[in-house]
């Protein structure tokens, strides 16, 4: 149990890292192409776009495909991301990369909570999902302490020409432990008895609860998925329609 929550939560790990890399390169990207105060918030802002793309579309994937391969996808996204923005010479093509980066960020910030909340009991759900939070913030520490790091390596004209890509280079390290991580976790059991694969789904239920519990597990499942429904209309009813 607590080691699919911490595999989930280097998810949030790599959301914080990869947003919060720009802090520490930003101003030597503005010396390294003459950027103008607007520029500068376009190339720090424009992972943003990626994420609410990441976002939007995280729940429709993750219930075609399952929680763990659209976790992978994120893993990937991360690690194009790291080595698009560590190598262009045109700014534009980084923003490209900056952009599927951010598909990752809003896949992540999505699916790394839902996976841990379908996996693991209720009883621990609220404490073990805190530990995805834990892994955001824990991203954006240690990012600062490797951009610090590359920053002190040498000159600042080395910094401008080349330390600002290490930087962004630097994601692909965590990306590649996140999806080498991943291969070794489950999938959901809450997706697989969605997608009528219930004998997986107990035998993933066992491993974490144990035999009795897990039949009791599935059977909540299972009668939850029988009974819920949902759709947009709902979000503009009395009471959430203000918010």
Not at 16 to 36: C, E, H, N, P, W
Not at 91 to 111: D, K, W, Y
Request: contains cysteine; hydrophobic residues 50%; neutral net charge.
């Amino acid at each position: 149990m607590y080691k699919l929550t911490i595999v989930a939560a280097v998810g949030g790990l790599l959301f914080g890292y990869d947003t919060a890399v720009v802090a520490g390169a930003i101003g030597f990207i503005q010396k390294r192409f003459d950027l103008s105060a607007a520029m500068m918030g376009w190339i720090a802002s424009c992972a943003l776009i990626g994420c609410i793309v990441g976002a939007m579309f995280s729940g429709y994937l993750s219930d075609k495909f399952g929680r763990k391969k659209v976790l992978i996808l994120s893993a990937i996204l991360f690690a194009v991301s790291s080595v698009g923005t560590s190598v262009p010479h045109d700014l534009t093509i980084f923003v490209v990369f900056r952009i599927i980066g951010g598909g990752g960020i809003g896949i992540a910030s999505m699916i790394s909570p839902m996976y841990i909340t379908e996996c693991v009991p209720a009883e621990s759900c609220g404490r073990l999902v805190s530990i995805n939070q834990l892994g955001i913030v824990t991203g954006i520490l240690l990012i600062y302490f490797v951009n610090a790091g590359i920053d002190g390596l040498h000159d600042e004209a080395w910094n401008i020409n080349t330390g600002w890509r290490w930087m962004f280079g630097s994601g692909l390290f965590p990306s590649i432990i996140f999806f080498i991580l991943l291969i070794f976790v489950p999938e959901s059991p809450r997706w697989l008895a969605q997608a009528g694969r219930s004998d997986e789904a107990e035998k993933i239920l066992e491993k974490i609860n144990g035999t009795a519990k897990a039949k009791e597990e599935l059977k909540e499942i299972e009668h939850a998925l029988n009974t819920e429904t949902s759709s947009f209309a709902e979000l503009f009813r009395p009471g959430l329609r203000t918010a």
